[in-house]
T-cell receptor
Framework: DQQVKQNSPSLSVQEGRISILNCDYT??????FLWYKKYPAEGPTFLISISSIKDKNEDGRFTVFLNKSAKHLSLHIVPSQPGDSAVYFCAANGNAGGTSYGKLTFGQGTILTVHP | NAGVMQNPRHLVRRRGQEARLRCSPMKGHSHVYWYRQLPEEGLKFMVY????????ESGMPKERFSAEFPKEGPSILRIQQVVRGDSAAYFCASSPPRKSPLHFGNGTRLTVT
């Protein structure tokens, strides 16, 4: 029962172009979404998050869009840089205002490769 | 400010042995979470602890797995009588006592031979 899905196992992009990573979810109770980036042999690093009361959140080169009716979110990276090459995980939480906000449901990850 | 520290980084155990994984949260963080990542999969929640309390262990296998976060010292994830299927990367994460993204350690890679 995969409640958070990242259907693209990998994505290859040219340096300077836009990278778009997609994520779909099935659980209507999810109301807080995060993107994590992971390099090999390291732990995930938090990138950006969005609450369900918003449909867009921006932080520098990273923008996350949330479409609640479609249960879909996406991460845009522009411009992409070779250092962005990593595995990107989408994660969701359904405890708005609760205490277990660290209990996350992760997608399977998308490997992003940015070519110079 | 040191991040989340996990040790050992790599652990090899034979079937039937015990594995002990340690996690020291970031300074000021009182909430600890353990996640497991099987090959080619995303991270799966296992357990959420605060000092001396297990808050949510809904992701823990019913047998052989236990976790603790004592008043003093690191959090420990213990796996008794390991089997090959326990081979995975185990990540610990911590957060302060307020809504905040998790900070993850670099994980312990457990290999059961």
């Amino acid at each position: 029962d995969q409640q958070v899905k990242q259907n693209s196992p990998s994505l290859s992009v040219q340096e300077g172009r836009i990278s778009i990573l997609n994520c779909d979810y099935t659980n209507s109770m999810f109301d807080y979404f995060l993107w994590y980036k992971k390099y090999p042999a390291e732990g995930p690093t938090f990138l950006i998050s969005i609450s369900s009361i918003k449909d867009k959140n921006e932080d520098g080169r990273f923008t996350v869009f949330l479409n609640k009716s479609a249960k879909h979110l996406s991460l845009h990276i522009v411009p992409s840089q070779p250092g962005d090459s990593a595995v990107y995980f989408c994660a969701a939480n359904g405890n708005a205002g609760g205490t277990s906000y660290g209990k996350l449901t992760f997608g399977q990850g998308t490997i992003l490769t940015v070519h110079p | 400010n040191a991040g989340v520290m996990q040790n050992p980084r790599h652990l090899v155990r034979r079937r039937g042995q015990e594995a002990r994984l340690r996690c020291s949260p970031m300074k000021g963080h009182s909430h600890v979470y353990w996640y497991r990542q099987l090959p080619e999969e995303g991270l799966k929640f296992m357990v959420y602890l605060q000092k001396e309390n297990i808050i949510d262990e809904s992701g823990m296998p019913k047998e052989r797995f236990s976790a603790e976060f004592p008043k003093e010292g690191p959090s420990i994830l213990r796996i008794q009588q390991v089997v090959r299927g326990d081979s995975a990367a185990y990540f610990c994460a911590s957060s302060p006592p307020r809504k905040s993204p998790l900070h993850f350690g670099n994980g312990t890679r457990l290999t059961v031979t």
